[in-house]
């Protein structure tokens, strides 16, 4: 083994176990991978940067725009209801049509655009026939994957593969070389599926009527029947006067109002500015026991030692301001004070922002480049802070500037735990308190001895005495919610449910939504939409508390409440795809006929050897664009750009491979086990393999290494490449045994309540389906020819 392949093999695995561990984003690993080549001189740097203009990559780009503009203008849903309208009510015969009109599609579109295409209609089809989606969305994902396998331009794998056999000096696949393989293995499939592995699904039941997803049957479906209780507030209560918002009946317990009464009548989603009077009956939704918990904390006493143990305090720690650097993984990011002391062992107290200064409500601020923090730190984490790649600048600052530009000795006190108190064993991390009132324990006094800046998950003890950065008046608004009167056994109404005002709604994130990767607090569905997110579908599991913090996923259903004229918004709002519409969604087909014709010159200009797929694909997206079947600003959003920049950065990586003589290397090693075998064992076990990698590793990286590898074992087996490179190609695109396999699985996985295993169970015999037709038809439609 030569230096060379040394080097190429350490960034090949490096790049694998990054995939992985999924510690990077898959596109900005490419780029790492394409910057190494160079730095290495594995490759020149035109031959880095080849892949943005690789034909493959154009296609796929182009492919995007196009399928987008399908599915703007009403063509794919005229064709996918007429379809799907056939279906009648028997579940094989369902799901034999929904996999052969996804197939069908997505031959011409983008596999995950037809995903999230029929998605609300199939949703809308269990809902009809009383049918559980989780028999139908699986299959759904499938069937896109399938009819990917049927044309050169279903999916990226195609392209880059035909483009690997142009690049290496042989005839590449033309548009439908894959239809008679890829058409055998849509059909066989979709059978098995509708035979067999129908039997497999799950069949999701929570309760015999919750197979429709109606008002009532959402709420037994997410559990919020249960969580649902009312408040009342005593006349004398110290929040009479105080608008919502000042109560922290939301933040404080994570609580939320759904409806007020007052004097008999009900306000269904009241203002966060509504103000509170005595009497009122609160409905609200959330975990009672945690709100019990947290009432708890209204035993704390204010005390007058503040300046005393403030004095003892200051000799301990370090008061710095650090700058956010514009690079700063905190950048954009809300503030959550547990999280930030377990990163980085300090205490935020202020922000400072130009001339602004902050001293309150700082988790509700997003962070900006060149924020100012005002830290509290021991002097080794001082040294650790200076040194973080997150701070462009670290510097101490003395008590007269902390005195003159934070003032913050006006927000620091001493509260004691009674010693018969039940906040005894509570931390102040478990009760949210500090997120909730933005306090910050700064140290604590126990047995005469002072703990500065004590760890988040403390045990409290009768007769501590806590240091606190706060408001004093926090403090009553706390006793303000242990006078909350709470009657048990008492039966919430939940009419304001069926209400015309108040409506749940059901929906799922867009595979291209700008949402994903973000906390639900960042996206702040109150104040964006008017509505407020009241449960998220994860992996077959209903997630009902700390929604604030929870982060967003590809994948999520998310349960909406609030009027219906503002749900209205999430319908229109391309980062959602919605399952359950509170309206009748209206698509301008009056482009359609334009649309298709577009597509239809495209195919039928590569067929006849007019222009080459990624110049008519250009051309195709650009008449799009002209012909307003897709404005600009939407066709950029139609592209995926991760996955773009994930196969311009890997192609590199095949170059260096065959120049290297690693791919060789490799494919000695297959020659040497299979070899003997004959040749289709060893393309047998290239399709394994690839087949394999499906579930750790992106198709488009994973063809851009096989595809050197499988030219390398051709070229010794002295036959020609086409077979062994069209048996990767349906590996590649046969990503069925795990959601993260493919975006298309990860999409229908909310909505339908699949876990993991659920992928397995189904996938791997389906994919032994696949195997077996393909490794059949092979010999037949595409027999090995010497090389020539």
């Known amino acids: 083994m030569t230096l060379e392949i040394g080097l190429v093999l350490t960034i090949l695995a490096a790049s694998l176990v990054l995939f992985v561990s999924e510690k990077l984003r898959m596109d900005v690993v490419a780029l790492l991978v394409m910057a190494s080549l160079v730095l290495a001189e594995l490759v020149t740097p035109q031959e880095a940067v080849a892949g943005f203009s690789n034909p493959a990559v154009i296609t796929v780009w182009a492919m995007f725009i196009l399928s987008s503009g399908l599915t703007r203008t009403g063509i794919a849903d005229v064709i996918g209801g ?76 195609n392209l880059l593969i035909s483009g690997a056999l142009e690049a290496a000096g042989y005839a ?11 058409g055998a293995v849509l059909v066989f499939g979709t059978l098995f599926i509708a035979l ?8 999701k039941k929570p309760a015999e009527e919750t197979q429709r997803r109606s008002q009532r049957n959402l709420r037994t479906l997410y559990g919020l029947q249960s969580r649902a209780f009312e408040m009342e507030v005593p006349r004398d209560s110290i929040l009479v006067g105080k608008t919502l918002a000042q109560s922290r009946i939301g933040v404080a317990a994570g609580l939320i109002v759904i409806a007020l009464q007052r004097h008999g009548r009900h306000e269904p989603m009241p203002s966060r500015q509504t103000v509170l009077h005595g009497g009122d009956k609160l409905l609200v939704q959330g975990r009672l026991d945690r709100f019990r918990e947290f009432q708890r904390w209204s035993d704390l006493v204010i005390e007058r030692e503040a300046p005393v143990l ?15 650097a514009e690079n700063s993984k905190l950048v954009a990011k809300l503030l959550h004070h547990s999280e930030f002391r377990d990163h980085y062992g300090a205490n935020v107290l202020a922000i400072r922002r130009g001339d602004l200064v902050r001293r309150v409500n700082l988790a509700n601020v997003p962070l900006r480049p060149s924020d100012i923090l005002l830290l509290q730190a021991t002097p080794d984490t001082v040294d ?40 005894a064993g509570d931390t102040l991390v478990r009760s949210r308190l500090g997120d909730a009132f933005d306090f910050r324990l700064l140290a604590l006094f126990r047995d005469g001895e002072l703990a500065i800046m004590p760890d988040p998950d403390q045990s409290l003890r009768g007769g501590d005495l806590l240091l606190l950065q706060g408001r004093e008046e926090d403090l009553d608004v706390l006793r303000g919610l242990q006078e909350l009167e709470f009657q048990p056994g008492a039966q919430p109404n939940l009419h304001v449910f069926e209400s ?11 595979p291209r939504s700008s949402l994903v990767g973000r906390p639900a607090s960042a996206v702040n569905f109150r104040a964006k939409y008017g509505l407020e997110l009241v449960a998220v579908w994860r992996k077959g599991e209903a997630i009902r508390s700390n929604l604030d913090q929870l982060v967003l996923q590809l994948g999520d259903a998310l349960l909406l409440l609030g009027p219906r004229q503002q749900l209205a918004l999430i319908e229109r709002d391309p980062d959602f795809l919605v399952l359950t519409p509170v309206t009748q969604r209206h698509v301008d087909t009056a482009k359609a006929p334009l649309a298709a014709g577009v597509m239809f010159a495209v195919i039928f200009s590569v067929l006849i050897g007019w222009l080459p797929i990624y110049i008519a694909a250009v051309i195709g997206a650009t008449l799009m664009v002209l012909t307003n079947c897709i ?19 890997m192609l590199p990586l095949g170059t260096a491979m065959e120049n290297t003589g690693a791919a060789r290397l490799l494919a000695e090693q297959t020659m040497t086990l299979l070899g003997p075998l004959g040749p289709w064992w060893v393309i047998g076990g290239l399709y394994l393999v690839t087949a394999a990698g499906t579930m750790i590793i992106p198709t488009a990286a994973l063809v851009v290494l096989m595809a050197p590898i499988v030219l390398s074992a051709s070229a010794d087996l002295g036959v020609a490449p086409q077979s062994a490179m069209m048996a990767v190609a349906m590996a590649a695109s046969a990503s069925f045994t795990s959601p993260i396999s493919h975006p298309a699985n990860v999409l229908v996985m909310g909505p339908g309540g699949y876990r993991f295993a659920d992928y397995l169970k189904v996938g791997l015999p389906l994919t032994a389906v696949v195997f077996v ?16």
Do not use: H
């Open 82 to 157: 007429t379809v799907l309208r056939l279906a009648g009510r028997r579940e094989s015969r369902m799901i034999i049509v929904i996999m052969l009109t996804a197939g069908t599609l997505s031959a011409f579109m983008n596999n995950i655009g037809v995903a999230a295409l029929m998605l609300p209609v199939v949703v809308d089809i269990g809902r009809r026939t009383r049918l559980p989606v989780s028999r139908l969305l699986m299959p759904l994902a499938y069937g896109s994957l399938l009819g990917g396998l049927t044309t050169l331009i279903g999916t990226p794998p």
């Open 172 to 182: 590449p696949f033309a548009l439908f070389d894959f239809t008679p393989i890829g």
């Open 196 to 203: 067999f592995g129908r039997l497999m699904l799950p069949r």
């Open 310 to 324: 403030q004095a003892l305090m200051a000799e301990q720690v370090k008061l710095v301001e650090v700058d956010i």
């Open 384 to 423: 650790e802070l200076q040194r973080s790649a997150e701070f462009s600048s670290c510097r101490e600052v003395n008590e007269q500037e902390v005195s003159d530009l934070y003032r913050l000795q006006e927000r620091i006190f001493v509260v004691r735990v009674p010693r018969e108190s039940q906040l």
């Open 500 to 510: 015309d005002r108040l409506s749940l709604l059901e929906a799922t994130l867009d």
């Open 631 to 649: 404005a600009m600003e939407d066709a950029y959003r139609a592209i995926e750009w991760r996955a773009i920049f994930l196969i311009a950065g």
């Open 773 to 788: 037709t393909v490794m059949l038809l092979l010999p037949i439609l595409w027999p090995l020819t010497p090389t020539p």
